[in-house]
Nanobody, 115 residues
Framework: QVQLVESGGGLVQAGGSLRLSCAASGSIISLNAMGWYRQAAGKSREFVAIKTNGGSASYADSVKGRFTISRDNAKNTVYLQMNSLKPEDTAVYYC?????????WGQGTQVTVSS
């Protein structure tokens, strides 16, 4: 089993910044990548960013140039630095841990951007 504990969500004004963190623990020997998804009220969950063990990162078009994903492999932690936040970034953000046969999800952390 893998446990993911997220932190860093909150309320911020448009144009502001937040940094999300997610620490993984448990059976993480075969961890391949860690990432972030989000789900706004009334919408489907969507991909935000992912970073592999090798350091390759991918982003959704909607956050490119504003969000940065990083990892501390020694701490099994992934971060999401979110800058220039917009009201449309308001959502519950979920951390993910990607293994060969399964993806684990965190409990989610609320990010609210006021206009």
């Amino acid at each position: 089993q893998v446990q993911l504990v997220e932190s860093g969500g909150g309320l911020v004004q448009a144009g502001g910044s937040l940094r999300l963190s997610c620490a993984a623990s448990g059976s993480i020997i075969s961890l391949n990548a860690m990432g972030w998804y989000r789900q706004a009220a009334g919408k489907s969950r969507e991909f935000v960013a992912i970073k592999t063990n090798g350091g390759s990162a991918s982003y959704a078009d909607s956050v490119k140039g504003r969000f940065t994903i990083s990892r501390d492999n020694a701490k099994n932690t992934v971060y999401l630095q979110m800058n220039s936040l917009k009201p449309e970034d308001t959502a519950v953000y979920y951390c993910t841990a990607h293994f060969t046969l399964r993806v684990y999800w965190g409990q989610g952390t609320q990010v609210t951007v006021s206009s």
